[in-house]
């Protein structure tokens, strides 16, 4: 099984910058972010694969970074320039070894953006 825990969410003014972490037990191969926010679906925010290929969500391309520590087995979400309305709980997920889905999750971490 692999657990994930989340750190390094909180409240920050519009414009200011997070750092989020997820660190992971157990073999993982893509690492994924997704977050929701209330009456809203969850969303698909960033992922890294254990070769450090990157995606992104539109709305988040330019200031977020997502990178990965694999010795570490971290993946961490830079939030820069952020926005009110990238208030949501921010959830780690992670494809183990050999699937083919995100099948682990972490608690989430609330990020909360004010303006």
């Known amino acids: 099984q692999v657990q994930l825990v989340e750190s390094g969410g909180g409240l920050v003014q519009a414009g200011g910058s997070l750092r989020l972490s997820c660190a992971a037990s157990?073999?993982?191969?893509?690492m994924g972010w997704f977050r929701q926010a209330p009456g809203k679906e969850r969303e698909f925010v960033a992922s890294?694969?254990?070769?450090?290929?990157?995606y992104y969500a539109d709305s988040v391309k330019g200031r977020f970074t997502i990178s990965r520590d694999n010795a570490k087995n971290t993946v961490y979400l830079q939030m820069n320039s952020l926005k009110p309305e990238d208030t949501a709980l921010y959830y780690c997920?992670?494809?183990?070894?050999?699937?083919?889905?995100?099948?682990?999750w972490g608690q989430g971490t609330q990020v909360t953006v004010s303006s």
């Open positions: 997920g992670a494809h183990a070894v050999g699937e083919y889905k995100y099948n682990y």
């Open positions: 890294i694969n254990r070769s450090g290929t990157t």
């Open positions: 157990g073999s993982t191969y893509v």
